[in-house]
């Protein structure tokens, strides 16, 4: 439910109203704007029912919360939401470019692709030590000496680094080496990594499960927002469907229907949307069009030799020109690059 106040509501009138949804056992918010107060409460709107708040004489009007996820969504929160990883800011003016192997596999690897991608204009560093992988028999990631090269890495380079979490027990330990967490698309519904995610204070870049709807992709978000984290950031990485020419079909509808629905960050991964190097560059200049906030891309320094994605890994030179190419598509869509 959206509680707008009058404007001539004061500060400890908005304290009084809050007061009274959160001994309903509701969660309130609080949401101070230029003109008039905005408040929230989440829950079960039957409850609040009760508090008959239209006819409270500083309310203005209540209205309730028709999608199913509240607080992703752009009703509870016009303005949109900026997201630090490290200090680059996703969702604001800059189209922000992450990028980096599919795996972390050595430190001399993760070095000379993190240099690569830094000298090509990069704003954060990828890798994985943590490799959800469809055959057991593939490689499996790093582990923890994995984290501790994109550490190094990330510390030479000055890139601020994410890194895929895999499971709720390893929370803590990528959290101590990583600027943000990555929830893979296998795992965007595993609701105890996002509920304890949620409890954690930096970043989140949420991949959209493979056979999962967009509405699944914000649930699976609310889950993180509701329990305190408010850095969410939304992944387009490719879904299903009943075509098989490239890996994924990349659904860049998705882009501006959640771009619309929610004030959080939206970033596209054209490298597992496509799973053809090939491709990565125009559906990287495609997603900076349709209004994305950002990219996420696998960059190898020998794609030739990678353990895993090698396929859809670009060359650094093909990097650093997807790099030059899209700076017209990012200002064409008012962003800077
Ligand atoms: C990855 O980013 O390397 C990855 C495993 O992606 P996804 O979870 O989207 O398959
Ligand atoms: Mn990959």
């Known amino acids: ?3 707008i106040l009058k404007p001539k509501a ?6 009084e109203i809050i007061a009274r949804i959160a001994d ?16 929230g409460a989440i829950g079960d709107e039957r409850v609040l029912a009760g ?4 006819s409270h004489p500083l309310v203005e009007r209540v209205t309730p919360i028709l999608t199913p996820y509240k607080m992703v969504s752009r009703d509870i929160h016009p303005e949109n939401t900026v997201v630090k990883i490290g200090r680059v800011p996703i969702g604001g003016k800059l189209f922000v470019v992450i990028a980096g192997p599919c795996a972390i596999e050595s430190h001399d690897q993760m070095t000379a692709t993190a240099r690569a991608v830094k000298d090509a204009g990069a704003h954060c560093l990828r890798g994985g030590a943590f490799k959800p992988r469809s055959s057991p028999y593939s490689f499996q990631g790093l582990g923890i000496k994995g984290l501790r090269i994109l550490q190094e890495a990330g510390r030479k ?8 979490v895999v499971e709720a027990g390893d929370v803590p330990t990528v959290e101590r080496f990583a600027d943000a967490f990555q929830v893979g698309a296998r795992n965007m519904q595993n609701f105890r990594l996002l509920t304890k995610l949620g409890r954690c204070r930096k970043p989140v870049i949420l991949k959209r499960g493979m056979a999962a709807t967009v509405e699944d ?9 509701s329990e305190g984290n408010p850095n969410v950031i939304l992944c387009e990485r490719g879904i299903r469907t009943f075509e098989t020419a490239t890996r994924n079909t990349l659904d860049l509808n998705a882009i501006p229907f959640l771009k619309q629905t929610s004030h959080l960050p939206v970033i596209v991964d054209p490298s597992h949307g496509t799973g053809i190097r090939d491709f990565v560059t125009p559906m990287a200049k495609a997603a900076a069009a349709c209004g994305a906030d950002g990219l996420l891309i696998e960059v190898h320094n020998n794609p030739k030799e990678a353990l895993s994605d090698g396929q859809q890994s670009l060359y650094p030179e093909q990097f650093a020109r ?16």
Not at 24 to 39: A, F, Q, S
Not at 322 to 337: I, S, T
């Open 217 to 225: 992709l914000l649930l699976a978000a609310e889950y993180i927002v």
């Open 322 to 337: 997807l790099m030059k190419e899209l700076r017209p598509f990012a200002k064409a869509a008012g962003r800077e690059l």
């Open 51 to 54: 508090l008959h708040l239209e």
């Open 1 to 3: 439910m959206i509680i």
């Open 24 to 39: 309903l056992g509701l969660k309130p918010l609080y949401m101070p704007g230029t003109e008039r107060t905005v408040l």
């Open 10 to 15: 004061t500060k400890q009138d908005a304290d």
């Open 157 to 164: 380079t000055g890139l601020s680094t994410t890194t895929e």
